[in-house]
């Protein structure tokens, strides 16, 4: 598929904004946005075997293991609708699934990866995770800072009755674990892929939209 594939990983802390700037990312090019953390979540609201065994490790703010998210990972790059490219949000998280991810890679026999790296202060991140709420129904994220929407509140989109919610993993408690597994797990593959010659940093502060402006050069250069 020479050339015009667009593989990508957005890397970034917990709250740096990696799903606000793979929707649009993937909008603008015309690829899927593949969130780990969505497909986890949808499992465990589901009640099937993969969000009964994740659920713990979600709400404490901890990893899945590896086993279960390269499986989902392994088995949603190969549909169709990757096959001109993907944006990966949320996984890998970790240098055995960044390992994984190559053999994925290899075996599918596609372009090498593109590797944004969204770069946000620790108090912008808690302020950031701290204020979210997202829609029950349609999954829209939300910050209570620059929007009117307010817990147990109805989502604002014209066609969308969801409930306004608060994220499990957005607990004080959980947030604090979820930085301290960041840095301990997944802020390693920076260098791993800085390595490679695969990433692009990327400052993650000021307004989306000025935020994506940095980024879409960053993927077509
Ligand atoms: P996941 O859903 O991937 O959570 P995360 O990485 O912690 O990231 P977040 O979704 O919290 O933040 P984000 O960077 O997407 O920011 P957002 O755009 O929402 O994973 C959840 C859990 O699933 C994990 O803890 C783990 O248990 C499990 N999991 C998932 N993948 C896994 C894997 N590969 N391996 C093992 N376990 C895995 O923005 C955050 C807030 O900030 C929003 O309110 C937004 O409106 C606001 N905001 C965004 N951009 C800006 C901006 N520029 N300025 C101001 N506010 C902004």
Request: proline share 6%; hydrophobic share 35%; charged share 35%.
């Amino acid at each position: 598929m020479a050339g015009k594939e667009h593989n990508l990983v957005m890397l970034g802390a917990p709250g740096a904004g990696k799903g606000t700037q793979a929707k649009m990312l993937s909008e603008e090019l015309g690829i899927p946005h593949i969130s780990t953390g969505d497909i986890l979540r949808m499992a465990v609201a589901e009640g099937t075997e993969l969000g009964q065994q994740a659920k713990g490790y979600m709400d404490r703010g901890e990893l899945v293991p590896d086993e279960l998210v390269i499986a989902i990972a392994r088995e949603r790059l190969a549909e169709p609708d990757c096959e001109d490219g993907f944006l990966l949000d949320g996984f890998p998280r970790t240098v055995p699934q960044a390992e994984a991810l190559e053999e994925v890679l290899d075996e599918l026999d596609r372009e090498p990866l593109k590797v944004i790296n969204l770069d946000v202060s620790e108090e912008e991140l808690v302020r950031r995770l701290a204020g979210r709420r997202v829609c029950s129904e349609c999954g829209e994220i939300y910050h209570i800072d620059y929007s009117d929407v307010e817990d147990g509140g109805v989502c604002p989109k014209p066609e969308c009755n969801g409930e306004i919610e608060q994220r499990s993993d957005d607990r004080p408690e959980a947030i604090r674990e979820r930085l301290r597994v960041y840095a301990d797990q997944t802020e390693p593959l920076i260098d791993y892929y800085d390595e490679r010659g695969l990433l692009a940093q990327i400052s993650g502060e000021g307004p989306p939209e000025e935020i994506a402006e940095r980024v879409l050069p960053a993927v077509r250069g």
